[in-house]
């Protein structure tokens, strides 16, 4: 789930009347790309599009949210290419299911929940396949104030390849333009470290996504957020855009198709989000 959104963007939406003892929340989004990175690692280079839908009940301080990401490529992939499909006519290449709790505490924000990764592709055209489904229980801390906005999250898989993996991240506004038509700027970048998914030199054929111990990559990026349109007591539109670059560090996060690999990688991103209610929120 958002570097991707499966992953990466959160946004807070607009709360419900107030006399709602449980409010509801939704969202829906749709963003395309010319890259989907996961955890650090390319999963598929080309016109890649995410559509993913969100909903749940906030009751107090406590929120609980399900939702679905999907993950399509649109390009005609050949053979060396990234794909999550394999070779041939673009497709799906992911669906990711996720439940998750959340507590407020003011400007301390505690999440915690589970992915369920899908693929439906052909491992023998060179996409992911059925074997690499999986699933991931993940918990996070955030903080936010005027100035920064960091987080922590760790994700451990507990299908198959049983390993953590940490990512910090934290993001800045750098422009907040006060006249219309409005737009919202931030500078964002994180750091991925490998906790237990990486390789095992004493047993060579277990499962892994890194090869080594250690810091993973490295990104840097701006994010947009511009506004379309605002329904009073419903919800709201935006127009979300971002420039994203990644420092690879991990030999399997410079992998950028067969024969090649890449220490810096730099991507475009733009979507359009749905706002109900309040906030269902996802991680990636």
């Given amino acids: ?43 598929a280079a080309g016109f890649v599009v995410q559509s993913s839908a969100a909903a749940g009940f906030r009751i107090d301080r406590f929120t609980i949210s399900t939702g679905w990401v999907r993950h399509h490529e649109l390009d005609q992939v050949s053979p060396g290419e990234i794909t999550e499909l394999g070779v041939g006519k673009g497709r799906v290449g992911e669906d990711d299911v996720w439940v998750q709790g959340a507590f407020d505490l003011g400007r301390l924000q505690l999440r915690s929940g589970v992915v369920r990764y899908v ?22 801390a955030g903080t936010t104030s005027k100035y920064l906005n960091p987080s922590v999250e760790a994700w451990w898989d507990v299908g198959r390849v049983r390993g953590g993996f940490l990512k910090a991240s934290a993001s800045s506004p750098v422009i907040g333009w006060p006249l219309e038509p409005f737009v919202f700027i931030a500078l964002t970048g ?6 237990g998914q990486g390789r095992d030199p004493a047993r060579p054929h277990d499962l892994a996504n ?3 111990r250690g810091v993973t990559h490295a990104g840097l990026g701006l994010t947009g957020v511009y506004p379309l349109q605002h329904w009073s007591g419903v919800g709201s ?17 410079r992998f950028n198709g067969i024969g090649r690999t890449s220490r810096l990688m730099l991507w475009l991103s733009a979507g359009v989000t749905l706002l109900l209610g309040g906030e269902a929120k996802v991680l990636r």
């Fill in 119 to 140: 693929f439906p592709g052909l491992a023998p055209e060179g996409g992911g396949g059925p074997l690499r489904k999986t699933t991931e229980v993940y918990a996070s």
């Fill in 237 to 253: 539109a935006s127009l979300d855009f971002g420039l994203n670059s990644q420092l690879n560090l991990d030999r399997a996060t």
């Fill in 190 to 195: 994180e750091a991925g470290v490998n906790l």
């Fill in 1 to 43: 789930m958002r570097h991707s959104r499966t992953a990466r963007a959160i946004l807070s939406l607009a709360w419900l009347p107030p006399t709602l003892a449980a409010q509801f929340e939704a969202r829906l989004d749709l963003s395309a790309s010319n890259r989907y990175v996961w955890h650090g690692l390319s999963r």
């Fill in 210 to 212: 890194f090869f080594g």
